[in-house]
């Protein structure tokens, strides 16, 4: 079964515009951590977000927030104020558990397209 | 922040001959690290838990034989491709995490495999 999903395999955005990413999530496990990954045409994963399932505020880095609705699953990815640079292919992942021996698992993925 | 370092980035290789990749952690210690596998426009695939000190633990559908880890040290994992052919021609990346350090997993730069 499916346990990370993205349901927008595409997003175009005016550049200076906010975006939501959006991701759910299925896991049984209490203790789970969220991720959000930026993948550029170079192939390399650049961290973005994280949010720690016991955590109580939302997760903020700079121009990344993550919208964390507990109770829905979901995991949505804001980026306020987009720039060209901004156009990649964003994953959500989950790890079960807290261990450094658990995994991540990789949402499909958005590809995100930002226009001058 | 924590660097993972993945060599080569880029492999050409002839069908039946085999490519060793390596995943260094350059500042941290990482008992273990993961290895995924990623075809054109699609999404991170798991395909190993690579241990140090031990066997790794392979995802289903993953062939062990044909797919060699080696942990060998808390620094460094090796993933060997024998005996290639064509339809192992992937991008291939690793990622790692900080033992001391319960959150986001840090991701080496890949490696694009072609067989030819």
């Known amino acids: 079964a499916q346990k990370i999903t993205q349901t927008q395999p595409g997003m175009f955005v005016q550049e200076k515009e906010a975006v939501t990413l959006d991701c759910t999530y299925d896991?049984?496990?209490?203790?789970?951590?969220l991720f959000w990954y930026k993948q550029p045409s170079s192939g390399e994963m650049i961290f973005l977000i994280y949010?720690?399932?016991?955590?109580?505020q939302n997760a903020t880095e700079g121009r990344y927030s993550l919208n964390f609705q507990k109770a829905r699953k979901s995991a949505n990815l804001v980026i306020s104020a987009s720039q060209l640079g901004d156009s990649a292919m964003y994953f959500c992942a989950m790890r079960e558990g807290y261990s450094s021996a658990s995994k991540i698992i990789f949402g499909s993925g958005t590809r995100l397209s930002i226009r001058p | 922040g924590a660097v993972v370092s993945q060599h080569p980035s880029r492999v050409i290789c002839k069908s039946g001959t085999s490519v060793k990749i390596e995943c260094r952690s350059l500042?941290?210690?990482?008992?273990?690290m993961f290895w995924y596998r990623q075809f054109p426009k699609q999404s991170l695939m798991l395909m190993a838990t690579s241990n140090e000190g031990s066997k790794a633990t392979y995802e289903q559908g993953v062939e062990k034989d044909k797919f060699l880890i080696n942990h060998a040290s808390l620094t460094l994992s090796t993933l060997t491709v024998t005996s290639a052919h064509p339809e192992d021609s992937s991008f291939y990346i690793c990622?790692?995490?900080?033992?001391?350090?319960?959150?986001?997993?840090?991701f080496g730069q890949g490696t694009r495999l072609t067989v030819v």
């Open positions: 949010q720690g399932s016991y955590d109580q």
């Open positions: 500042d941290f210690q990482a008992t273990t």
């Open positions: 990622s790692a995490r900080d033992d001391s350090i319960n959150t986001e997993a840090f």
């Open positions: 896991t049984s496990d209490p203790s789970y951590g």
